[in-house]
C-alpha cells in the first residue's frame, strides 16, 4: 500500500513539473517593450501618455491613479527628462489603476536600469500589475550622475536586478 502512494505521489509530481508553473519564459504571454511619455512624441507612436516631470521629481501618474498598466513580461521604459541620472526611484504596484498599492518588491518589476533620460522596469511575473514610478535627481548633479555625449551616464544599468536589490534593499530607494 505505501508503494502505491509513493508511486502515486512521484507521478503526481512529474504531471505537476511537465504542466509547467508561472515562470516568465512560459507565460503565454509574448515580451513587450512599451515607452511611457509625459507628451505624444511623432517618433514614438506607440508611447503610453502618462506622467509629469517639476524640476528634479518625476512621476509616471498621480498617487491616486491612474496607473501605468504593466501586464505580464512587459518592460516599461519611463522618459523621465532630467537630463542627469535619477538619484532615487521608487516604484509602486497596485492589482487596479487606482486601488490600494505597496513599494515593489521581487520580481513584479524587476530594475532594469537608468540613464540621464529614462529608467526602465520589467514585469518579470505571469501578473497583472499596475505601476507607478517616481524619481529624484539631485538638486546639484554629483560627476557620476552627468551624461556623457552620448546621452547616457557612463553606471546606466543595473543588470536586471529585482526592484527590491536595485532600489537599495529595504530602505526602498536607488541611488549612491
Not at 501578473?127 to 546606466?156: H, K, M, N
Request: hydrophobic share 35%; aromatic share 8%.
Amino acid at each position: 500500500m505505501r508503494a502505491l502512494a509513493v508511486r502515486s505521489l512521484t507521478f503526481g509530481l512529474f504531471v505537476a513539473a511537465l504542466s509547467g508553473g508561472c515562470k516568465t519564459s512560459t507565460c503565454d504571454v509574448d515580451a513587450a517593450t512599451v515607452s511611457v511619455r509625459s507628451v505624444k512624441d511623432a517618433s514614438d507612436p506607440g508611447a503610453i501618455i502618462s506622467g509629469v516631470t517639476v524640476g528634479n521629481t518625476y512621476e509616471s501618474g498621480p498617487i491616486d491613479g491612474p496607473w501605468v498598466d504593466f501586464p505580464p513580461n512587459r518592460t516599461l521604459v519611463f522618459h523621465h527628462g532630467f537630463g542627469v541620472k535619477p538619484f532615487q526611484i521608487v516604484p509602486y504596484v497596485s492589482f487596479d489603476s487606482s486601488g490600494s498599492s505597496a513599494p515593489s518588491a521581487g520580481n513584479s518589476s524587476i530594475f532594469v536600469g537608468s540613464d540621464c533620460e529614462t529608467i526602465t522596469m520589467k514585469n518579470d511575473t505571469c501578473s497583472e500589475f499596475w505601476i507607478r514610478v517616481t524619481a529624484i535627481s539631485r538638486p546639484t548633479p554629483l560627476p557620476e550622475d552627468l551624461c556623457s555625449d552620448a546621452g547616457t551616464s557612463e553606471a546606466a544599468g543595473a543588470g536586471g536586478m529585482s526592484s527590491e536589490a536595485a532600489m537599495g534593499g529595504e530602505s526602498g530607494a536607488a541611488g549612491p
